[in-house]
């Protein structure tokens, strides 16, 4: 917990700083107690930094495995108790641990599209996924839907990405609500129900040109 304060601390206050322009609104809704899963849309690496770093509780991040392979950033993962996830394979055991996360009514982060846009797509939101909905329903757990602008440019130099540029980067904080589970549906198109509705609320707090699927 030292190591993640810390960490989240120097992330905060000297490295996002030096890197972008930010500006956070609503960070205050965010729920301090209770299972919490944050959703969030996803334009690059750093999303889950500018996200974590304003929010007053401990988070359990669930990240590609291939990030504890690299340096610096796989120091952190490991430090700051990240989920690893194999990207493209239903991975059991990240999803049993983030359910047991959520049942000592702790907060998760995670990214229902799975993925970002590469270039030469736009940034913009891609299809979601259900595992975050598959989660929500199973343990429940509230949902607060973040929307984050701008990220796409830091670390991409295929965006336009150079050090001495620091680009304007938003975060912005939803309301945290309790998923609400269709009468009659079969399993599968409940999970889809429930995931197009958090991505619905994440595009709401999105600009027209970053809703993408959900415009």
């Known amino acids: 917990m030292v190591v993640y304060r810390f960490a989240r601390a120097v992330i905060r206050w000297v490295l996002l700083p030096a890197q972008m322009r930010l500006r956070v609104v609503g960070a205050e809704r965010c729920p301090q107690?209770?299972?919490?899963?944050?959703?969030?849309n996803h334009l690059g690496l750093v999303d889950p930094l500018v996200i974590?770093?304003?929010v007053r509780r401990p988070i359990r991040i669930l990240a590609k495995v291939e990030i504890f392979r690299w340096p610096v950033?796989?120091?952190?993962?490991?430090?700051?108790?990240?989920?690893?996830?194999?990207?493209?394979?239903?991975?059991?055991?990240?999803?049993?641990?983030?359910a047991a996360v959520l049942?000592?009514?702790?907060?998760?982060?995670?990214?229902?599209?799975?993925?970002?846009?590469?270039?030469?797509?736009?940034?913009?939101?891609?299809?979601?996924?259900?595992?975050?909905a598959f989660l929500a329903l199973h343990t429940r757990a509230c949902v607060l839907p973040v929307g984050v602008t701008g990220t796409q440019q830091v670390w991409s130099a295929r965006r336009g990405w150079r050090f001495w540029r620091r680009p304007r980067v938003t975060v912005?904080?939803?309301?945290?609500?309790?998923?609400?589970?269709?009468?009659?549906?079969?399993?599968?198109?409940?999970?889809?129900?429930?995931?197009?509705?958090?991505?619905?609320?994440?595009?709401?707090?999105?600009?027209?040109?970053?809703r993408g699927h959900y415009a």
């Open 103 to 132: 049942a000592e009514g702790q907060c998760i982060m995670l990214m229902p599209e799975g993925t970002y846009p590469k270039v030469p797509l736009p940034p913009e939101m891609l299809p979601v996924k259900t595992g975050a």
């Open 172 to 210: 912005t904080f939803g309301t945290a609500y309790q998923p609400e589970v269709p009468v009659g549906l079969p399993a599968k198109q409940t999970y889809q129900f429930v995931a197009d509705d958090m991505a619905r609320r994440i595009a709401a707090l999105l600009p027209d040109a970053y």
């Open 33 to 40: 107690t209770g299972a919490l899963i944050i959703v969030s």
């Open 73 to 98: 950033l796989g120091w952190l993962a490991r430090w700051c108790r990240i989920v690893p996830v194999r990207r493209g394979e239903s991975d059991r055991v990240a999803m049993r641990t983030l």
């Open 52 to 54: 974590a770093c304003h």
